[in-house]
Nanobody, 124 residues
Framework: QVQLVESGGGLVQTGGSLRLSCAAS????????MGWFRQAPGKEREFVAT????????YYADSVKGRFTISRDNAKNTMYLQMNSLKPEDTAVYSC?????????????????WGQGTQVTVSS
């Protein structure tokens, strides 16, 4: 069984930065592709970024491209999301997810494991 725990959320001003972490536990998790998704109040969950099992392939939503960077450290079983130049529209609950294949995906239904989420609030 895979467990995912996010941390690093908080309140930040427009233009600020945050780094989210996703600690993963479970057998073979280092061979899984992982991703970040977010959900704002009253809105559907949306894709943010995804990374392949080895970290060599990444893919971003257009809304965060150039501002966010996804990475992972398989030795620590941890994935990160560095968020720079934050905007109020980035405010949401951010969740990490893992899928038991190595290739990336932007489709939430292709992910089998989910964390509980961490709140990110960007004030204007």
């Amino acid at each position: 069984q895979v467990q995912l725990v996010e941390s690093g959320g908080g309140l930040v001003q427009t233009g600020g930065s945050l780094r989210l972490s996703c600690a993963a536990s479970g057998r073979f998790v280092s061979s899984y592709a992982m991703g970040w998704f977010r959900q704002a109040p009253g809105k559907e969950r949306e894709f943010v970024a995804t990374i392949s099992w080895g970290g060599g392939t990444t893919y971003y939503a257009d809304s965060v491209k150039g501002r966010f960077t996804i990475s992972r450290d398989n030795a620590k079983n941890t994935m990160y999301l560095q968020m720079n130049s934050l905007k109020p529209e980035d405010t949401a609950v951010y969740s990490c997810a893992a899928r038991p294949v190595g290739a990336t995906s932007s489709r939430s239904y292709e992910y089998a494991y989910w964390g509980q989420g961490t709140q990110v609030t960007v004030s204007s």
